[in-house]
């Protein structure tokens, strides 16, 4: 989003297959960043599930279910802004 927007540096857009696994993901990054001291903003979408929004000033988490992704489709609404594709196993060997 750099050089694109003004009011965040990246967006991170992830699917979740339903309500609860949104709840599970958005529960994971809170606690994980947490431990670094960073805690959101603002977090939008929960208590719905469908689309989770986590700000991080710096950067924008978006956790959705693949019908309001799909529907929305951020990544062709940003498309000016660098989009870089994170493989699931990379993710996962990280955690």
Same mark, same amino acid.
């Not at 929960?46 to 000033?57: A, C, F, K, S």
């Given at each position: 989003? $750099?050089? =694109?927007?003004?009011? %965040?540096?990246?967006?991170?857009?992830?699917?979740?297959?339903? $309500? !609860?696994?949104?709840?599970? +993901?958005?529960?994971?990054?809170?606690?994980?960043?947490? /431990?670094?001291? +960073?805690? !959101? /903003?603002? +977090?939008?979408?929960?208590?719905?599930?469908?689309?989770?929004?986590?700000?991080? =000033?710096?950067?924008?988490?978006?956790?959705?279910?693949?019908?309001? $992704?799909?529907?929305?489709?951020?990544?062709? /609404?940003?498309?000016?802004?660098?989009?870089?594709? +994170?493989?699931?196993?990379?993710? %996962?060997?990280? /955690?």
């Amino acid at each position: 989003m $750099r050089g =694109v927007s003004d009011f %965040t540096d990246f967006f991170i857009i992830c699917s979740g297959n339903s $309500r !609860p696994q949104n709840h599970a +993901i958005s529960d994971f990054i809170k606690e994980k960043l947490k /431990l670094d001291n +960073i805690t !959101p /903003l603002n +977090i939008e979408g929960y208590e719905d599930g469908d689309w989770i929004l986590m700000d991080y =000033v710096d950067f924008i988490i978006h956790i959705m279910n693949h019908e309001t $992704r799909e529907f929305y489709m951020l990544e062709k /609404l940003w498309s000016d802004a660098k989009i870089e594709k +994170i493989d699931d196993d990379l993710v %996962t060997r990280n /955690l």
